[in-house]
């Protein structure tokens, strides 16, 4: 069960993983998550499905290096299993024909707006992507998102690939020349916090995929717990998309950071660790 089948290096720190998992592939739709267990010593890290093959039974999976547990998730390769896989998990994207999407990824958030590009071109959007990272290193899955796209615009922070910008600056200009009828946004934190005021401040219908920290995936826990509206909603099960202009955005860059410190503090034993073997 779960094997791993296919491995492809994005970066030094990011990483595909494609994963035997039929059932999951079968059932999946964009918008959906998994909670991934690597042993029986690991903790529950939720993870996006980029891609799946039904015909074929796998999942993609695109993880990026942060803790311990998603350290050794990437340290596995072709041939070797991860203990547990529970999905599909969440709340399905709402896809219809809203007429012109604007499609906003950055960084690895690129993986997630993968399948929901694909969705929402299928189902007869015009969509227009603005995908967006650091350098030209973290960037990922560019040809896949040119296949379901009418247009790309890629934008580095540097100036390394594309053109020398933020995300935001690429939808500014998509704005000013397109009736856009519907937004997705999917990244960092900070990028969906800034990226949700430009909608919101051309009235774009617009959601944002949520990167909380999810432990049990049942709603059980309240570790994932945002404030929407002014109301607690859970990411896990209530999510993991929300109406972007009524995220609090700034409660959840708080949540996101808790336990920063302890987590850094693991990895660089676990690095130290590994090193020593």
């Not at 227009?128 to 790309?152: G, H, P």
């Amino acid at each position: 069960m779960n094997k791993i089948v296919g491995k492809k290096i994005f970066s030094e720190n990011v990483v595909g993983l494609d994963i035997e998992a039929p059932r999951i592939a079968k059932a999946r739709k964009a918008g959906h998550f998994v909670i991934v267990r690597v042993d029986e010593k690991g903790e529950r890290i939720p993870l996006t499905i980029s891609s799946a093959d039904s015909v074929k039974g796998t999942i993609t999976l695109v993880i990026q290096k942060v803790g311990v547990s998603s350290r050794k998730l990437t340290s596995l390769e072709p041939g070797d299993t991860v203990l547990d896989i529970v999905g599909p998990l969440g709340q399905a994207t709402h896809v219809e024909n809203f007429g012109t999407v604007l499609a906003c990824g950055g960084g690895v958030g690129v993986a997630p707006l993968l399948p929901i590009v694909e969705a929402m071109k299928k189902a007869g959007n015009k969509v227009i992507s603005v995908i967006a990272a650091r350098n030209k290193e973290l960037l990922i899955l560019e040809d896949q998102i040119r296949e379901y796209s009418d247009e790309v615009i890629v934008l580095t922070d540097d100036g390394s690939y594309g053109r020398k910008g933020l995300i935001t600056e690429g939808m500014e200009e998509v704005i000013a020349r397109e009736k856009i009828d519907h937004a997705v946004i999917i990244g960092p934190g900070i990028m969906m916090k800034f990226a949700s005021m430009v909608t919101k401040k051309h009235n774009i219908p617009s959601i944002a995929s949520l990167n909380t920290i999810m432990v049990d995936g049942t709603g059980m826990c309240g570790a994932c717990r945002v404030t929407v509206g002014g109301r607690t909603r859970f990411v896990c099960v209530d999510g993991p998309e929300f109406d972007a202009a009524e995220v609090d955005f700034d409660e959840m860059l708080m949540r996101l950071n808790g336990y920063k410190a302890e987590e850094l503090k693991a990895a660089e034993e676990y690095s130290c660790k590994v090193a020593n073997k």
